[in-house]
């Protein structure tokens, strides 16, 4: 794997959990999360970044985001916000109930594998984070506003369609998604939405761009990175 790929997990852990979190809330958030998870069940992903975790403070803090299990939590999460943006054309969640409810049914799936705390999505995850605004990357937040930004024929359009299990296929969309990042923000203006309009472009690129799709053993492995057990 090109070492590049590997920019991409730690670019999304930041991208949400940078800013402290308050623990996540089981009171009367009633809301019903439009993801599912249970992929995380099927994947051979591999958690023992997360078998010894332990937490230094607050969700979000980046002694806990900036470790191999948060980021690969992240990446992990981010499957399932492709595979909405997929299904929705909804970059993400319509509000912190709903973000708190996806966290909730994550912890949980999680919770069904072994060797892992229960406590990992409460240490790396911020669910404000996660909550869909015009303040997040150049005022887009559906598939509509990307076409009406960038057109439909990005860089990412053009080299994030193939088989990204092949290294020079994922190396050209890296690039290409770097190149897309780069035009968004020129649109937004902000250098702080740097890292927000990076994750937009890798949720496209997965999510609506590779044909085999954000579970495909090419978009888990290049696009986001997600360390995956081999040859079983």
């Keep these: 794997m090109d070492n590049r790929t590997l920019i991409l997990p730690t670019v999304l852990c930041f991208l949400f959990l940078s800013t402290t979190a308050a623990t996540i809330s089981h009171s009367s958030d009633v809301s019903t999360c439009p993801m599912d998870f249970n992929y995380v069940l099927r994947i051979p992903w591999n958690s023992s970044n997360c078998h010894n975790f332990a937490s230094h403070g607050a969700a979000g803090v980046a002694e806990n985001t900036d470790t191999p299990c948060c980021i690969t939590l992240f990446s992990l999460f981010g499957v399932a916000l492709a595979i909405h943006l ?18 909730r049914d994550f912890q ?3 919770n069904s594998l072994p060797d892992l705390p229960n406590n990992l999505v409460a240490s790396c995850f911020n669910p404000r984070r996660f909550v869909t605004g015009p303040n997040v990357c150049a005022r887009v937040e559906n598939i509509s506003d990307w076409v009406a930004k960038l057109g439909r024929a990005t860089a990412v359009d ?4 193939a088989d990204l299990t092949n290294l020079t296929a994922c190396d050209a969309c890296v690039n290409a998604g770097f190149e897309v990042q780069s035009k968004l923000l020129e649109i937004d203006g902000k250098k ?4 927000n309009c990076f994750y ?13 799709g954000p579970l495909s053993n090419g978009s888990l492995s290049c696009i986001f990175a997600v360390p995956l057990i081999t040859g079983n």
Aim: with cysteine; charged share 20%.
């Design 200 to 212: 937009f472009t890798v949720f496209y690129a997965a999510g609506i761009v590779n044909k085999a």
């Design 192 to 195: 702080s939405h740097s890292r």
């Design 108 to 110: 949980s799936k999680l």
């Design 158 to 161: 053009g080299s994030c369609r």
């Design 86 to 103: 997929k299904e929705t054309s909804l970059f993400l969640l319509p509000d912190v109930s709903a973000a708190k409810s996806c966290l």
